[in-house]
């Protein structure tokens, strides 16, 4: 504070003079209150050392800022924490304005990554040795081993230091300090052996400023025999000096626009009684907005780079080198920039190439680091807490389905499937895991499971494990681990044997469907026969004979027995057709009849969840389960209508009593539960219709924890590697396997096959109509032989004898054999050319 008091009065001092700009300060803190003053004045503020992201163009209208903000910074290291999946960090940093405004926006660019500062370790200004020990005591008791360290450079080396004395520089930890450390660094040639010592290890952000031959003839210069004394330049020095010749581009543009410097008096500044900062002294610059105007067009190549400013009045292609320290020095490992994230590849050369996708995640590169204790493996980012408290793990202290989960008379005093697979899945992990189960529960019920989940959601215990399930509302609140068994909610009913009725046979089809069958039989055969009967002369004879006939090979039809053969064309589609009927009608009928013979009957009408919805008799749950606020809040069921259930007993009880009994219609739980029940139960019950939810059990954690992504990944290795199935082995090896039941099925009606017999009706009828179609265009080209008369003694009668037609000849003619008639026809057409023929040879000459 009191070197921000006296820069502030060395500042306060020459702007009593008449200025048109003002380069500087170095510091935020000073930045702010000169902001006030420049504003009043119309003068405008140059800042090449204000990072401060609360420092704005809006708030502040002339202060210009020719470094890059914090804002940016803080981002960049957010995505450095994002590249290595660590989800918690620890933010130390100074007590003032510009250390709690950088740690905020880190907070905000974490929690777009889904991480967050689990812990914001402050310390005030001129903060002792004492006080920064105890400070890092604290944070090294905490469980994330990844510090971000946003301090002053005359505090930063100490805290290192002390860090090292500490044994917080070795293998585990991660330390990433902002571009104070490296401006430190790049100031201090040569480096200081004891200094980088405490730093082994370490990742800095430090503005990243283009190798050019400008900055490169500028240090040269600087560097030469002549400037002995001339220090190492860092990033800010680059800054300052692009920021006296931005003063000086625009005052020269300025003057050549016809700018003119004038002053004027403020009647707002006045000497207050006793005050030495002489107000009245200070005088406005008439030309200040012009000048600030001008100042925001300039566009130049600095030193530090493109020289221009966006609307915000930031410079553009905001970038930082991301910098790994260690031995006497510090090699680079990667560029971060607004445009293109992560990337081993220079700002400036992905800038020309203007490539859209280049900050997707997949394209984030960086090369390898050497972390601290020369470790080169990526480090997990996070230990337990090393405060001498184990896990508190809350285990369901369950009365029903204990082989789950259990309450044990030994150590770890639980047991159970989900114990041991935790267990199991600890044993996998490449670090210990203190833990310590708790009984969630009195023992006398079932614990509810979704207060289970809310106590580790409150931090009451740190896990949950056993045979919970993942379930929406509790993913809200928790974390879960990659489910070990899947589950969901199936209906449970009883069911009986029933013995065959002497009249099964006929249960197949409906009454409808057996009377349509039959008449559909005669009706074919029906058909066939006048089709055939012309030709066929298997289908002629006497009355009796062909009525037997027509019986015969309706019904023989049936087993595709049948003896006689079909000679007409129609006679043949229609029987194909038929045939194709009687196939898939001998098919349902097999089918239909075999599993009534051999299906078990269900006790109850209730066929699935759907069947249960519409009813209103009571359903049984388990005590503690989710199905409860399901059934009510999702399937709408009434809440009378659920009945809670202790243990098994309670479920066989209630389920053979029946609704008439006092007891249930049917039961609603999990999948694992149901088929322990069945089992027990020698398969007297069964579940019906589909499991109508989907999900699983899991381990459940309180929010990022990264325990339950190590334990997911633990999780799957043991179902890859089998182990999860002996584990079910073990505690269900004796279950008994419960055949599915099926429903008994409906009987087969007319619905079903409307559409086949509609199709061989319309054969048939087609068929007939063809057939008497022909049958009339034969008659009415028909006529009898002639009868011989005697010419003497009738002589006025004609040769031919000719009679009316009468439906009595039809009848004679249709059964008559077709080759008869075909005969009959030919020697017809003969006679009429022969008649032909005389009457020709007959008639006058």
């Known amino acids: 504070m009191i070197h921000n008091a006296m820069r502030f009065l060395e500042q306060w001092k020459l ?40 420092l704005s163009a809006l708030q502040y209208p002339y202060f210009i800022r020719t470094t890059q903000s914090d804002y940016y910074q803080m981002f960049a290291i957010a995505d450095f924490v994002d590249y290595y999946r660590w989800k918690e960090v620890i933010a130390i940093f100074v007590d003032d304005d510009n250390g709690r405004n950088g740690i905020s926006v880190l907070g905000d660019a974490l929690s777009k990554k889904r991480a967050k500062i689990s812990y914001k370790a402050a310390f005030p200004l001129g903060a002792t040795e004492s006080d920064i020990s105890d400070l890092l005591n604290e944070v090294n008791l905490m469980e994330s081993r990844v510090y971000v360290l946003h301090v002053n450079p005359d505090s930063g080396l100490a805290i290192f230091s002390i860090a090292d004395k500490l044994r917080m520089m070795s293998n585990g930890y991660v330390w990433i300090a902002t571009d104070w450390l490296p401006s430190v660094l790049d100031s201090l040639e040569p480096a200081n052996t004891n200094t980088m010592d405490h730093l082994q290890g370490v990742v800095a952000f430090r503005h990243h400023i283009p190798d050019t031959y400008l900055k490169k003839s500028f240090v040269s210069r600087m560097k030469s025999p002549k400037a002995k004394d001339t220090a190492s330049f860092n990033s800010y020095a680059f800054y300052a000096y692009d920021s006296v010749w931005l003063a000086a581009h625009a005052l020269d543009v300025f003057l050549n626009e016809g700018g003119n410097i004038s002053f004027s008096n403020d009647p707002k500044l006045r000497d207050t009684n006793g005050s030495m900062l002489h107000l009245a002294s200070l005088r406005t610059f008439d030309g200040g907005s012009q000048f600030l105007q001008t100042i925001l067009r300039i566009n130049f190549t600095g030193l530090s780079g493109q020289i221009e400013f966006d609307m915000d009045k930031n410079l553009i292609h905001p970038a930082y080198d991301i910098l790994n ?96 697979i935790f267990e199991a899945a600890l044993n996998l992990l490449p670090y210990p895991v203190p833990r310590q189960y708790i009984l969630y529960g009195n023992g006398e019920r079932n614990p509810n499971y979704n207060e289970l989940v809310e106590q580790v959601a409150q931090n009451n215990f740190d896990a949950a494990v056993g045979d919970v399930t993942i379930v929406t509302n509790r993913t809200r609140i928790v974390d879960f681990t990659q489910p070990f068994l899947e589950s969901g909610l199936v209906v449970v009913v009883p069911v009986k044997e029933e013995k065959s009725s002497p009249w099964s046979f006929l249960e197949p089809f409906t009454t409808q469907m057996w ?71 001998n098919s349902s009928y097999t089918a239909s009849l075999t599993s009534i013979l051999t299906v078990q009957k269900l006790s109850s009408q209730i066929a699935g969840i759907d069947s249960l919805i519409s009813s209103t008799q009571p359903i049984g749950i388990q005590d503690g389960s989710f199905a409860r606020k399901y059934l009510i809040e999702e399937l709408h069921i009434a809440e009378s209508r659920i009945v809670t259930l202790k243990n098994m007993q309670d479920y066989i009880d209630a389920l053979e009593r029946g609704p008439s009994g006092g007891g249930v219609v049917a039961i609603v739980d999990e ?84 559409g086949l017999f509609l199709i061989c009706g319309i054969a048939c009828v087609l068929a007939l109509i063809v057939f008497f179609a022909r049958v009339l265009y034969q008659y009415t080209k028909f006529s009898p032989e002639p009868e011989e008369v005697d010419e003497e003694t009738q002589p006025n009668r004609l040769r031919r004898t000719s009679r009316t037609p009468s439906f009595k000849d039809l009848i004679v003619f249709v059964d008559r054999k077709e080759a008869e008639i075909k005969e009959i026809l030919k020697q017809n057409k003969k006679r009429r050319r022969s008649q032909s023929l005389e009457g020709i040879s007959n008639s006058p000459t």
């Open 15 to 54: 702007m009593q003079n008449d200025v048109v700009a003002v380069v500087g300060p170095q510091s935020s803190g000073v930045a702010h209150i000169i902001s006030h003053v420049v504003n009043e004045l119309h003068v405008p503020l140059l800042s090449f050392g204000a990072t401060d992201p609360t």
């Open 671 to 754: 999948l694992p539960y149901i088929e322990i029940l069945m089992s027990s139960a020698n398969c007297k019950f069964r579940n019906v219709g589909q499991e109508f939810t989907k999900s699983g059990w899991g381990f459940a954690f309180q929010r990022d924890s990264p325990l339950a992504i190590d334990l997911s990944t633990a999780i799957l290795q043991l179902s890859e590697n089998g182990n999860l199935q002996k584990i079910h082995d073990k505690w269900f090896s004796n279950e008994k396997e419960c055949a599915t039941t099926n429903v008994s099925p409906d009987k087969l009606s007319l619905t079903s096959f409307w």
């Open 325 to 420: 320290i260690g031995g006497t020095g510090s090699r680079r490992i990667g560029y971060w920039s607004n445009h293109s994230g992560l990337s081993v590849i220079a700002p400036e050369i992905l800038y020309m190439k203007k490539s859209s996708n280049t900050s997707s995640t997949s394209n984030q590169q960086l090369y390898s680091v050497l972390w601290p204790g020369e470790a080169t493996a990526t480090p997990k980012g996070w230990v337990f807490p090393n405060n001498g408290k184990p896990l508190r793990i809350a285990v369901p202290n369950r009365v029903s389905f204990k082989e789950f989960v259990a309450k044990d008379k030994n150590p770890p005093w639980v047991q159970g499937y989900s114990i041991d």
């Open 515 to 585: 009377c349509v069958t039959g008449a559909f039989f005669f009706f074919v055969g029906a058909v066939v026969w006048i089709l055939e009967h012309r030709l066929n002369p298997e289908f002629r004879g006497p009355p009796r004979k062909q009525l037997i006939t027509i019986f015969w090979f309706s019904l023989s039809t049936m087993f595709f027995s049948h003896r006689e053969n079909t000679m007409s064309a129609l006679g043949r589609l229609v029987l194909i057709i038929w045939l194709f009927v009687v196939l898939i009608i």
